[in-house]
């Protein structure tokens, strides 16, 4: 099974700064990564696919970028609507998530 | 528009059964891969199992043998038919609509499963 590590586990931001989350897997996954968000009681929202794409309605401030092994997702300026927690997924070889990082107002 | 909505949670005693489901709508499931995936309490996601639209099934070790996906074309609807209970099932069980066996971009809102005596 692929192990995907996120880091790090909490990330403290201030309002329009910006915020830069890391995903590591264990083996390459090629471009084959998703980003997620989740908010309290909701269920995760999908940001970015094929690593560096935004899925449809999701504002340009997200980006993704990386492959094989080591990959990135920054918000360039952090709104009050972004603290949330943030998975990464491999869709390389069946389907492995992250732990998550929580991005929290500093 | 594309919804998919889960139901069938609850309390069950451990060994005990539950059979979940996820009703579509905006799209035919038998055209589509239709995906579980787990949260435990303050966790994180948990792939459980998806059904592709050939049919073919695939599950995370920890529950082959014990859960069961599969679908009703005429319904719309896909189920999780777990059996054999554990605590460490515990979880919020979402249903979600994979893209080509690969990303999830729409889910349910998830249905909470608690097995504990």
């Known amino acids: 099974e692929i192990v995907m590590t996120q880091s790090p586990a909490t990330l403290s931001v201030s309002p329009g700064e910006r915020a830069t989350l890391s995903c590591r897997a264990s083996?390459?996954?090629?471009?084959?990564l998703a980003w997620y968000q989740q908010k309290p009681g909701q269920a995760p929202r999908l940001l970015i696919y094929?690593?560096?794409t935004r899925a449809t309605g999701i504002p340009p401030r997200f980006s993704g970028s990386g492959s094989g092994t080591e990959f990135t997702l920054t918000v360039s300026s952090l709104q009050s609507e972004d603290f949330a927690v943030y998975f990464c997924q491999q869709y390389n070889d069946g389907w492995t998530f992250g732990q998550g990082t929580k991005v929290e107002i500093k | 528009e594309v919804q998919l909505v889960e139901s069938g949670g609850g309390l069950v005693q451990p060994g005990g059964s539950l059979r979940l489901s996820c009703a579509a709508s905006?799209?035919?499931?038998?055209?589509?891969?239709v995906t579980w995936v787990r949260q435990a309490p303050g966790k994180g996601l948990q792939w459980v199992s998806v059904i592709y639209r050939d049919g073919n099934t695939y599950y995370t070790d920890s529950v082959k043998g014990r859960f069961t996906i599969s679908r009703d074309d005429s319904r719309n609807t896909v189920y999780l038919q777990m059996n054999s209970l554990r605590p460490e099932d515990t979880a919020m069980y979402y249903c979600?609509?994979?893209?080509?066996?690969?990303?999830?971009?729409?889910w349910g809102q998830g249905t909470l499963v608690t097995v504990s005596s």
């Open positions: 094929g690593a560096s």
């Open positions: 083996l390459s996954v090629s471009s084959n």
């Open positions: 905006g799209f035919t499931v038998s055209d589509s891969y």
């Open positions: 979600a609509l994979q893209r080509g066996g690969s990303y999830s971009d729409y």
